[in-house]
């Protein structure tokens, strides 16, 4: 018996017995929506075009604008339904590729990451694709097959955008970057607009009895989204994508006195020793307002996240007692530098060195039995840290 694939039902605002004015309203919300994420996309294009990130911004607002048109395509296409379907986590998928992007320094996309992403998708189109027999309880069967993709679709978006929202706020307080700290609002504006869109108003989508008022609601929250997504591109700056670029350096110091309790705080003092400083300590203890000490770190030090500061003096530390204490074990030395498990210490140490702490000790240790110590450079020059190029060429 020939089967055919169960398909969403396309709330469309024309065809649809809904208030002939709702539907008005609905109309003039999507074409605002469509133009307004054209606007967009020229302005992305002319500002940063070549900036790392710039992908998944052009490919949210192009699904976006999909969003808006799926409705006017005809109610029996297939290849719509099925669009419709897996808009949700795609463009998640995207909002999360982005925010990870943007407030990670040295955010790379995995091969599980895109492997977790096309296998939701090929899961959905599964669902969607789920023959139905053509009798008597067909239509109930498609319309549980349909509510249940529409669920894993929701579930799946849900996640990745959560996943996004947490990552903007975990960093929030290491940041020193005080535009992109603001840009952090914006962000979950976007994130509960998308929650909103493509979790709640879909699965209401699929009752059976719902009114005209939230079908009429969809386009409403789809504008929103898009001026929220503007204000986020108005406030980042040309270049702020390529962490790769020279860090920005005051010509001179304003501030010669916070710099230099900053220096004894943190070379004679050892102030990084303690474990879960924060910068807002910091400036307690240098008796500074965190504004001031975050401007200092950030503009006269060039560095754009603070715990990149902080792992700067721990790693230099760690090396030096691999090197002079050789019988140390090394589960003994994340808990004396201020990290709160292993985890966070071998993460660090091999993100600056590029070499495990026990290779590090056994590269330092091969050199020294063979009578061949000698200083390799290191982090800002202090000759501790190995240079990634001399090293394997002495090794």
Not at 40 to 54: H, I
Not at 235 to 260: C, E, H, I, W, Y
Not at 272 to 294: F, M, N, S
Request: net charge positive; charged share 20%; hydrophobic share 50%.
């Amino acid at each position: 018996m020939r089967s055919k694939p169960v398909r969403f039902e396309l709330v469309n605002p024309r065809r649809a017995k809904d208030d002939h004015g709702l539907a008005m309203v609905s109309d003039v919300f999507r074409f605002l929506s469509v133009s307004h994420l054209l606007l967009l996309l020229m302005l992305f294009l002319a500002r940063y075009r070549r900036a790392r990130g710039a992908i998944q911004v052009l490919a949210m607002c192009l699904l976006l604008v999909l969003e808006v048109l799926l409705p006017y395509i005809s109610e029996g296409s297939s290849p719509a339904g099925w669009a419709s379907a897996v808009l949700p986590p795609t463009v998640a998928f995207l909002f999360w590729w982005f925010s990870e992007t943007v407030f990670l320094e040295r955010f790379r996309l995995r091969w599980w990451h895109s492997g977790l992403f096309i296998l939701s998708l090929a899961v959905l189109t599964a669902l969607w694709w789920w023959p139905a027999d053509l009798g008597p309880a067909a239509r109930g069967s498609a319309r549980a097959i349909g509510w249940w993709c529409a669920v894993f679709g929701s579930c799946v978006a849900a996640a990745f955008i959560a996943s996004s929202l947490v990552v903007g706020l975990g960093t929030l307080n290491a940041d020193l970057l005080e535009w992109r700290r603001r840009m952090r609002v914006h962000q979950l504006g976007i994130g509960a607009l998308l929650l909103l869109l493509f979790v709640v108003a879909r699965l209401i989508l699929q009752l059976p009895e719902r009114g005209p008022l939230i079908s009429a609601s969809t386009p409403a929250l789809l504008y929103l989204g898009t001026i929220t997504l503007s204000l986020v591109l108005l406030q980042m700056r040309p270049g702020f994508l390529d962490v790769s670029a020279a860090p920005r350096t005051a010509a001179a110091d304003k501030d010669a006195t916070l710099r230099n309790a900053l220096r004894r705080s943190m070379e004679e003092e050892c102030a990084y020793r303690a474990e879960g400083l924060t910068i807002r300590k910091l400036a307690v203890q240098l008796a500074t307002q965190e504004y001031r000490l975050r401007r200092l770190i950030n503009q006269t030090l060039g560095y754009r996240n603070f715990n990149d500061f902080l792992n700067r003096y721990r790693i230099e530390e760690a090396c030096r007692m691999l090197v002079d204490t050789p019988d140390l074990p090394v589960s003994r030395l994340a808990p004396r530098l201020g990290y709160g498990s292993m985890g966070p210490f071998h993460r660090a140490f091999k993100e600056h060195t590029g070499l495990t702490p026990m290779e590090f000790r056994a590269r330092r240790t091969a050199r020294a039995d063979h009578g061949n110590m000698q200083a390799v450079g290191g982090v800002h020059g202090s000759g501790i840290i190995p240079n990634q190029s001399v090293d394997e060429e002495g090794g």
